[in-house]
Structures are given as structure tokens and as C-alpha cells.
T-cell receptor
Framework: GENVEQHPSTLSVQEGDSAVIKCTYSDSASNYFPWYKQELGKGPQLIIDIRSNVGEKKDQRIAVTLNKTAKHFSLHITETQPEDSAVYFCAASEGGADGLTFGKGTHLIIQP | EAGVAQSPRYKIIEKRQSVAFWCNPISGHATLYWYQQILGQGPKLLIQFQNNGVVDDSQLPKDRFSAERLKGVDSTLKIQPAKLEDSAVYLC?????????????FGPGTRLLVL
């Protein structure tokens, strides 16, 4: 089955700086890669996703890149703000209705 | 649009007791998922329904866990008997379940503590 590795487990950045979280996956059949943000005591919330026919996608301060050959994808957050502090999860699936395989998460801390 | 609803939000039981969780997905979503999230880890898929049929239950510990989705809407997940290692957050998610409706929307979860 699919295996998703996520790094780093904790990331501390100064407010206003950029943050990058990286994930690798093992199953070449995976073609849907969402990123979720989870705040304490809440369920995961989708922040951005990318499909394998696209190499990069951007939504305001958030961008995701995908390298299918190398089987890795990354989340980029620019101009970080205190409200960006949370746990971020990458995930992968074959798409459609398939269940997601998640990474172990990155605790992002924004230092004032 | 109302989100995914789950209840209860918290549950504390003793080992060997039974417990049940309830989920109401977003209206019109054909696909429903139950995930288990152990502290410090990412969610792990337990079972997936398409309407009221099971699509994938390969990671469900069937000796103690069971789930059903009657009438293709609400779903219940049951643990009987519970073990200490079942302490986790149980997340329900739903999606339209087609190629362009892949987004899974998660509920707030039920936090289970087994003593």
C-alpha cells in the first residue's frame, strides 16, 4: 500500500518568513495530493490540493509543488502569520473516492 | 452549507466496555469515511462507504470494530470490547466521491479515552 513520509515534524519560523513542508510517497498510482491544516481540538481542514497533471498550484500565500518523477510534493507558505500556527498534514490517494494515506504531520510554530 | 456532524465529542470508558460513535455527512455526499487518529500521528483510514455499501475495510480490526451506514446517509462506528490502544480521535469525513469531487470534508471528531 501507499506510504507517505513528511518532514520536518516541527518547524518554527519568524512571523513574515516563509515555511516549507516536504512529503514523499511510494505508490506511483497516486495522483491526488491534498494538504490539510488541523488546529487543536478540530478536524482537519483542506487548505490546498494538487492533481498529478499539474506541477504547481497557488492560492494567495499558499502554494504546492509536485514532482511525480521523484514522488515528492511540497507545501509553501509565504508571509507567515500567527494564525498559520497549526499541524499540517500531507496526504495521497489514487483520486476519485479513494481513501487518503496521511503523513505524520508537521507542527508549524510562528514566532512573533 | 452544514458540515460533517459527529457525536459525542468526548467519551471516556474502561477497557472491555463498548462504545459507539455517530456521523452525519454533508448532504448529498455519497462517500463516507471513518479515520482513526492516534495522538501525534496522521489519520488512518478504517473504513469507507459508497452510499450504504462498504468499499474498503482492509484496515478495520474486524474482531472488535464494526460500522454501518444504513440508508446511505448517517453512519455509526462501534468498538466492542475496547482496548487501551483504541484511545484516539475518531474522525468522520465525507465527499462527493467522483473524479472532480475528491475533496474530503472532516468532522470535528470524537475523542475516545480508554482507561
Amino acid at each position: 500500500g501507499e506510504n507517505v513520509e513528511q518532514h520536518p515534524s516541527t518547524l518554527s519560523v519568524q512571523e513574515g518568513d516563509s515555511a516549507v513542508i516536504k512529503c514523499t510517497y511510494s505508490d506511483s498510482a497516486s495522483n491526488y495530493f491534498p494538504w490539510y491544516k488541523q488546529e487543536l481540538g478540530k478536524g482537519p481542514q483542506l487548505i490546498i490540493d494538487i492533481r498529478s497533471n499539474v506541477g504547481e498550484k497557488k492560492d494567495q500565500r499558499i502554494a504546492v509543488t509536485l514532482n511525480k518523477t521523484a514522488k515528492h510534493f511540497s507545501l509553501h507558505i509565504t508571509e507567515t502569520q500567527p494564525e498559520d500556527s497549526a499541524v499540517y498534514f500531507c496526504a495521497a490517494s489514487e483520486g476519485g473516492a479513494d481513501g487518503l494515506t496521511f503523513g505524520k504531520g508537521t507542527h508549524l510554530i510562528i514566532q512573533p | 452549507e452544514a458540515g460533517v456532524a459527529q457525536s459525542p465529542r468526548y467519551k471516556i470508558i474502561e477497557k472491555r466496555q463498548s462504545v459507539a460513535f455517530w456521523c452525519n455527512p454533508i448532504s448529498g455526499h455519497a462517500t463516507l469515511y471513518w479515520y482513526q487518529q492516534i495522538l501525534g500521528q496522521g489519520p488512518k483510514l478504517l473504513i469507507q462507504f459508497q452510499n450504504n455499501g462498504v468499499v474498503d475495510d482492509s484496515q478495520l480490526p474486524k474482531d472488535r470494530f464494526s460500522a454501518e451506514r444504513l440508508k446511505g446517509v448517517d453512519s455509526t462506528l462501534k468498538i466492542q470490547p475496547a482496548k487501551l490502544e483504541d484511545s484516539a480521535v475518531y474522525l468522520c469525513a465525507s465527499s462527493l466521491g467522483d473524479t472532480w469531487g475528491e475533496t474530503q470534508y472532516f468532522g470535528p471528531g470524537t475523542r475516545l479515552l480508554v482507561l
